[in-house]
Every structure is written in structure tokens, then in C-alpha cells.
């Protein structure tokens, strides 16, 4: 079993970078949130592997966790539009970056 994956690891953490240095928690939020379901299932598949007892679980964990999985990254790529990201790079909007970092320096 292979969760279907449209961002890859080192393009959440892009975002992560390009949201963190210009304040914008959202997209930050969900791609961290991303790269822990991506830890727990694989956690849950090697926990399946080595413990045939428990197999029902694991799957039953990991079903749900490629579901919230496929939901996140689909509001991810939404939220990146809506908000004018360059997808290809991966990149805030310069629009978007300003009114950031002047709403750091209004506070």
C-alpha cells in the first residue's frame, strides 16, 4: 500500500521555508501537518509488517490516514492558488509577501 503523494517531501518543505521567513501560517500549517501523516503511515506500515496480531488496525489507521492525506493536499494546492503562489516554484507572491512583512512591522 503507497499513499498517493502530490507534493514531495522536499516541496512541503519549501513551502514551509517560503511561509515561515514572511509569516504566513496557513499553508505553513498544512504542510507541516502533511509531512506527520506521511510519518504515521509509514510508521503503521512497518508496525503491520512485524506484527501480523495487529494488522487490522494498522490498515484501518492508514485507510483514514490516506484519506485525510489526499483532503490536505488537495487544500494545500486550493490555498497556494487562491493565494497566488508560483506552483511551479513554490514561491509566495511578492503582493502577499509585502503585506506580510507590513503587518509585522504595524504590530
Known amino acids: 500500500m503507497q499513499m498517493n ?7 512541503l518543505m519549501k513551502i514551509l521555508d517560503e ?5 504566513c501560517a ?6 507541516q ?10 510508521y503503521q506500515k512497518l508496525c503491520r509488517s512485524t506484527r501480523d ?7 484501518r489507521i492508514m485507510v483514514s490516514v490516506e484519506r485525510a492525506h489526499d483532503e490536505l493536499e488537495s487544500c494545500l ?6 493565494e497566488g503562489w508560483d506552483l511551479e ?3 509566495m507572491p511578492p503582493g502577499l509577501r509585502e503585506r506580510r512583512m507590513q503587518a509585522l512591522q504595524d504590530d
Open 5 to 11: 503523494e502530490r507534493f514531495s517531501g522536499s516541496e
Open 77 to 82: 494546492f486550493d490555498v497556494l492558488e487562491l
Open 26 to 31: 496557513c499553508p505553513a500549517q498544512l504542510a
Open 53 to 59: 496480531a495487529d494488522y487490522g488496525v494498522h490498515e
Open 19 to 23: 511561509a515561515t521567513v514572511y509569516q
Open 33 to 42: 501537518n502533511l509531512l506527520q501523516l506521511r510519518e504515521l503511515y509509514k
Open 89 to 91: 516554484d513554490l514561491v
